[in-house]
């Protein structure tokens, strides 16, 4: 495990800069393989995450090209072939993206095969909306030992889908499928994140017919055939949200050159409550801890234009620092709250709790999970010896870490490198002292 030697209590101040969207870029990817013609995207960030989707499209037979200076990957999907069942094993538990590439690949092959899913560990993360999609447009699904095998002998058939909750993968797994099944289908309940809203509008180029109504409506008309596309990923308001949290944790001030209002609105309403300070401009925007007691307060996560579970972890150690209690509702995800107890090590006071704390029942409030959380603060945090439990809780703890007086040792920060592009050079650019170990 890779590890990262913290000296805590220097503010972060500075300017850096974030680029493509991790939870579109592996999609955009992803949509290259419908294309009848060489795709290209721009900005992509220098993550784990477009290694792995990388790799799954060259054993694909798809040609990548990657530029990871300019952030150019150029897709040319012109002899997409079955790839061999060890080949893709070996991605097993490294990505949730494979199972967005079945609609895809039995548009081009009549038949995929996905291996056992990766991805953060922060719920039970099922994949039944994914299947129940795929056997509506008509595709057999196999279950194996090993993974899981979809073919779709009679091709595959518009249809019409009610979701249970409105999930992201689930939508894109539609969206992915849809666009060239014969027909139309109707989508019901459908996310609408910005992340989705780009890949509608990466479909579109590439030729499909999709329109996005209200009431979470997405209605496709398939075609007979897409071409590739050009398009420029719009910037991560994950990565950007998590750098201003760590200015208000860190008592620090920092530009995120490519952070976007349009996307982050949810979050800086949130971030001026806590009393957060931030100046907008066209090229990005500036966050900085205003240098008096931040404030406390409510908060429920929610799907897209609610407060997004991502944005969730890093912001509730800015809240360790802040008068008073605070309560955080997670409704997204049963379990996200695990890297809590390394902020309780720390010396933060935080209480979990079964009950929907927030104004709302949630869809986990009968069900035994420590989905609701009580911070009281400010509390000074300590360093610590600590261990990375996923994405966004491991940057979380690098935040504490970075908060807190004296060293940290935060082990396991290869996972932090999935979503988080050149991270240790941002600190360090920031005026943070941290060394590899
Ligand atoms: N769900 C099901 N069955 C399914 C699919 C989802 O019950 O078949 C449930 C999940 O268990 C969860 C909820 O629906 O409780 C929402 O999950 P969703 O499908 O929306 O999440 P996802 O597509 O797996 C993406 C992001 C996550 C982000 C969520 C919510 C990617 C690769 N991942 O996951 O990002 O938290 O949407 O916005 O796009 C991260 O970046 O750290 C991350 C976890």
């Not at 101040?13 to 969207?21: D, F, L, N, P």
């Not at 001026?272 to 907008?280: A, L, M, P, S």
Request: with cysteine; glycine share 10%; aromatic share 6%.
């Amino acid at each position: 495990m890779a590890e990262l030697v913290v000296h805590g209590g220097t503010p972060l101040t500075g300017e850096i800069t974030v680029r493509g969207a991790k939870n579109f870029v592996s999609k955009a990817m992803v949509a290259a393989v419908l294309g009848h013609s060489p795709s290209q995207l721009r900005n992509v960030p220098q993550i784990k995450d477009v290694h792995v989707v990388s790799e799954l499209l060259r054993l694909h037979g798809v040609n990548v090209s990657w530029d990871p200076e300019t952030g150019v990957v150029d897709m040319d999907p012109s002899n997409v072939e079955t790839a061999h069942r060890a080949d893709i094993d070996a991605h097993a538990g490294s990505s949730r993206i494979p199972i967005l590439l079945c609609g895809p690949l039995l548009h081009r092959l009549g038949e995929a095969f996905i291996p056992d899913l990766g991805g953060c560990h922060i719920g039970d993360r099922p994949i039944d909306y994914h299947l129940t999609i795929l056997r509506e447009f008509g595709a057999k699904v196999d279950k194996l030992a090993s993974g899981i095998r979809i073919t779709a002998p009679r091709g595959l058939v518009g249809t019409q889908v009610s979701l249970p909750y409105p999930s992201v993968g689930a939508t894109e797994q539609l969206l992915l499928t849809a666009v060239q099944a014969r027909g139309k289908t109707e989508l019901r309940n459908a996310a609408i994140e910005p992340e989705i809203m780009d890949l509608v509008a990466v479909l579109q180029r590439m030729g499909a017919i999709i329109s996005v109504d209200t009431d979470r409506v997405i209605r496709v008309e398939g075609v007979d055939r897409l071409e590739g596309y050009t398009f420029t990923a719009l910037p991560d308001r994950i990565e950007a949200a998590s750098w201003a949290s760590a200015a208000l944790a860190t008592r620090g001030d920092i530009y995120v050159r490519g952070a976007r209002q349009a996307d982050m609105v949810t979050f800086l309403n949130i971030y001026r409550k806590v009393g957060g300070d931030f100046t907008i401009d066209d090229a990005g925007i500036r966050f900085r801890h205003p240098g008096t007691p931040l404030h406390a307060i409510a908060l429920e996560t929610d799907v897209h234009p609610g407060f997004m579970t991502d944005w969730q972890q890093p912001l509730v150690v800015a809240l360790t620092q802040a008068s008073g209690l605070s309560i955080v509702h997670e409704t997204v995800y049963e379990n996200r709250f695990g890297f809590t107890e390394a902020l309780t090590e720390m010396g933060a006071t935080i209480q979990v709790y079964r009950e929907c704390l927030g104004g709302l029942t949630c869809r986990f409030g009968q069900k035994n999970f420590f989905h609701s959380a009580i911070i009281s603060g400010p509390t000074p945090l300590r360093a610590a010896d600590i261990e990375v439990p996923d994405l966004r809780g491991g940057f979380s703890h690098l935040i504490a870490a970075l908060a807190a007086e004296g060293t940290s040792r935060v082990r396991g920060i290869e996972l932090i490198n999935r979503g988080y592009e050149s991270f240790t050079a941002k600190l360090e650019a920031l005026g943070a002292k941290v060394e590899q170990a």
